[in-house]
């Protein structure tokens, strides 16, 4: 396998398990605070910003954000 693909296999397999952790630690552990609650998958998108180029980055936030956003309501 040529460098490049085994790099972009590498960020793929990042990526994708990067938004099971977000999804994961979004959805389950909140932590209340005075405002409302905090959740550990906020870090977890700062690590994968940090971590992953910006196209599989960005995939790993809008992966996360299409769960929670209602596509129907906005296209009507």
Request: hydrophobic share 55%; charged share 10%.
């Amino acid at each position: 396998m040529k460098q490049g693909n085994q790099n972009r296999l590498k960020n793929m397999c990042l990526a994708g398990v990067l938004t099971a952790l977000v999804f994961v630690f979004t959805a389950y552990l909140h932590i209340p605070s005075v405002n409302g609650y905090v959740h550990v998958g906020d870090g977890f998108i700062y690590f994968a910003a940090c971590l992953l180029p910006l196209p599989y980055a960005l995939f790993v936030v809008l992966a996360v954000a299409a769960d929670k956003v209602n596509l129907k309501k906005i296209l009507k």
